[in-house]
């Protein structure tokens, strides 16, 4: 299967920045990734899609973080990214990577999978 891994969280003024980086291992070389998300969860709250990019590189930004956070991926590295500037206190939470695809086994042949990284915690302080 395909396991994920976060870093880069941290504690940061308003104001600043911080990259997460999303590592990716296991059955590489037969999986095909549709999507990679990010995903945050702040205290009390349910789990938001904040970023998504596609196989094609096609990006999606909730409306919140548009012009502020930048998503990317690099696929010989085998890792996303999300670039965060211009951080908010309301930003604060546990970010969350996910991937979307389908991955090829002679016993089962393709299917799907989704896989979650255990996060990494944002704390954004005015």
């Known amino acids: 299967q395909v396991q994920l891994v976060e870093s880069g969280g941290g504690l940061v003024q308003a104001g600043g920045s911080l990259k997460l980086a999303c590592v990716a291992s296991g059955r590489l070389s037969d999986s095909f990734f549709d999507a990679m998300n990010w995903y945050r969860q702040a205290p009390g709250m349910q789990r938001e899609l904040v970023a998504t990019?596609?196989?094609?590189?096609?990006?999606w930004y909730t409306s919140s973080v548009k012009g502020r956070f930048t998503i990317s991926r690099d696929n010989a590295a085998n890792t996303a990214y999300l670039q965060m500037n211009s951080l908010k206190p309301e930003d604060t939470a546990d970010y969350y990577c996910?991937?979307?695809?389908?991955?090829?086994?002679?016993?089962?042949?393709?299917?799907?999978?989704?896989?979650w990284g255990r996060g990494t915690q944002v704390t954004v302080f005015s």
């Open positions: 996910n991937a979307e695809g389908t991955t090829y086994s002679s016993a089962y042949g393709r299917e799907p999978f989704n896989s």
């Open positions: 990019i596609t196989a094609e590189g096609s990006t």
